[in-house]
């Protein structure tokens, strides 16, 4: 059995992206990585921080970011692409620069994978996913946050990233990850282990130069720089009190960037919002209310979350 993992990035270290630490958090289990590193700023050095793991495994597909598909966040799924079509494993282990995997579940990813490779009917695994907010001890339990999503999918022609790449899809035939025809969910398994998704937790002048970056592959170049020149410098994650406290430990991977964390006094842990500012959803009454029902009366059950994907039966 062989796994390869793959992922795509671009100015991921001028964005404060733990992509380095994403990469060493999978390479234990993983006979390959392939990166897609879209040229960036002159001043990112996102391609030297790969480098430096110094891992022979890991290899880098240098690519060009095409203006004409800043559109919808097509160019990640097409970023994605590049980095997959290139792995040769018979699993395929995607993580976002943003996502990292805690070593205790490597063991039970790797059992998981070896388990199935023969049940065909099985196109894909099924993680669980915890997204911080703001800093490393907080995280969001309420709705509007995927609980669930694909990263290990079989090595398959058919299948592609979907929409923005945040899933994958079966596609026959492929034209476009935003296709309105031709594509199916995924048969997938459940895999019991954890993304911890840190794509919201940087300094507030970063968070909000990511979300610019980010709504730009969105929105298109214009749209996004008149948005965004009128919009505050850093971003406001509002009191941190309203979110989940963490009380775990976070991978080891991580232990350098936690310990560099230097924003702790630009945080708001008690209080009200601003009122300057629109409500994240978690602060908007509608998401609160959707939240205590599913936390409180359904035991954690999503009320018409985002589910690309079919469980196989007893998986």
């Known amino acids: 059995m062989k796994i390869s993992g793959f992922s795509f990035v671009r100015n991921g270290v001028k964005l404060y992206y733990p992509v380095a630490e994403s990469i060493r958090s999978i390479l234990p289990i993983c006979d390959e990585f392939v990166i897609a590193v879209g040229k960036g700023d002159e001043d990112d050095g996102t391609r030297e921080a790969i480098a430096a793991i110094g891992d022979p495994r890991i290899r880098v597909i240098d690519t060009v970011w095409e203006e004409e598909y800043f559109k919808k966040g097509i160019i990640n799924a097409l970023q994605t692409d590049i980095a997959m079509q290139e792995c040769s494993g018979d ?22 994978c070896s388990d199935l490779l023969d ?17 490393y001890r907080h995280y969001h339990n309420g709705h509007g946050w995927y609980p669930n999503e694909i990263r290990i999918i079989r090595n398959l022609p058919a299948i592609h990233s979907y929409e923005s790449a945040q899933s994958f899809r079966h596609f026959e035939p492929y034209d476009n990850p935003r296709q309105p025809a031709g594509t199916r ?14 794509g919201w937790v940087r300094p507030p002048h970063l968070m909000q130069n990511k979300r610019r970056a980010l709504d730009t592959v969105h929105w298109g170049r214009r749209r996004a720089a008149e948005y965004y020149e009128k919009a505050p410098e850093v971003f406001d994650y509002g009191p941190l009190d309203r979110l989940a406290a963490f009380e775990g430990t976070h991978p080891e991977v991580m232990k350098g960037m936690i310990a560099r964390m230097d924003w702790q006094d630009h945080l ?18 509608k998401y609160k209310f959707l939240t205590f029902i599913e936390n409180r009366l359904l035991g954690g059950r999503g009320i018409g979350t985002f589910k690309n994907y079919n469980l196989v039966d007893g998986m």
Not at 185 to 198: D, F, N, Q, S
Not at 268 to 285: A, I, L, M
């Open 91 to 112: 699993w395929l282990f995607y993580l976002q620069a943003d996502e990292v995997v805690h070593e205790k579940y490597l063991p039970v990813i790797k059992a998981r």
């Open 119 to 135: 049940r065909s009917e099985v196109e894909g695994l099924l993680f669980r996913y915890k997204h911080f907010w703001g800093d």
């Open 185 to 198: 969910k995924l048969r997938v398994a459940r895999v019991e282990a954890e993304i911890y998704h840190y």
């Open 268 to 285: 708001q842990q008690t209080g009200k919002p601003s009122p300057h500012r629109e409500p994240h959803k978690h602060e908007r009454f």
